[in-house]
């Protein structure tokens, strides 16, 4: 009904964090700070990807919403919102499959960040060649 | 159906990016956006499975051929946001020389 909301409102407070983090870099890069390390890849370059999945997630979401006629382009634009009983099952569904669709694309994101640390600090292996 | 179409479009487009050669076209929000609907569809799946059990696995003709219309539609949408976020960022600048050839 109206899950899609939950990313795209986590979306938005991860593009504000994502906006402070990459200024606080830039300030640490001007100043020299022995804080950046060359083998450790930015937060703002991390938080960039998760806004990514969130908001590419919740638009292409919004899209099936729309083509399900649960979204319109009028007042109150959720169709669920114009009667009581639809509304409290739209919110039901926000809390249960939208917090859901929130915290497993942040827990992918998690294992993706914790993965591209590791094959950041990988050694550097010489080309393999095919064996058969 | 969707959600396989969607599932294939990340991978599709996961691919394309291991293999690019530069970093020009922008693949990564390509696949960000296809991944992320992936991830979100594959929740509303369970969600859905959890309602109807094994029924969920046997769907109806007209709705196989409906989802796998949304599915194509989803897929030419995020491809659209990204061919228009790569026009406006144009990191090659062809855009912008073709605009100045034309500009009087």
């Known amino acids: ?10 979306a938005a407070v991860v593009k504000v964090v994502e906006s402070v983090e990459e200024k606080k870099e830039q300030q ?15 937060w703002s370059v991390r938080l960039r990807w998760l806004f990514n999945m969130l908001m590419g997630g919740a638009v292409l979401l919004a899209f099936e919403h729309v083509w399900h006629g649960e ?27 939208g917090v859901c669709m929130a915290l497993l694309i942040t ?10 640390n590791a094959i950041v600090k990988r050694p550097e292996a010489a080309p393999q060649e095919t064996k058969d | ?21 530069d970093d020009d076209m922008r693949l990564g929000i390509l696949l960000f956006m ?10 509303d799946a369970i ?5 109807l059990g ?32 790569l026009l406006i960022a144009d990191p090659k600048g062809k855009v912008r020389s073709i605009l100045k050839k034309t500009a009087v």
């Not at chain 1, 100043?31 to 390390?37: K, P, Q």
């Not at chain 1, 669920?80 to 569904?93: R, T």
């Not at chain 1, 827990?107 to 591209?116: E, I, K, N, P």
């Open chain 2, 1 to 21: 159906m969707t959600l396989l179409i969607t599932v294939f479009a990340a991978v599709i487009s996961t691919v394309i990016w291991y293999n690019r050669k």
């Open chain 1, 71 to 97: 979204v319109t382009p009028w007042f109150p634009f959720l169709t669920a919102m114009s009667d009581p009983g639809d509304a409290a099952e739209m919110f039901h569904e926000m809390a249960t499959v």
């Open chain 2, 47 to 51: 969600f859905e499975y959890a309602e």
């Open chain 1, 107 to 116: 827990a992918a994101w998690g294992v993706m960040c914790v993965a591209a």
């Open chain 1, 1 to 10: 009904m109206a899950c899609f909301l939950v990313s795209a409102a986590e």
């Open chain 1, 28 to 42: 640490a890069l001007e100043n020299g700070s022995e804080n950046v390390s060359a083998n450790v890849i930015p």
């Open chain 2, 34 to 43: 296809f991944w992320g609907a992936s991830l979100m569809w594959l929740v």
């Open chain 2, 54 to 85: 094994a029924e969920y696995f046997t769907p109806a003709l007209e709705d196989i051929i409906n989802d796998a219309f949304l599915g194509l539609s989803v897929v030419a949408l995020g491809l659209v946001i990204w061919v228009v976020r």
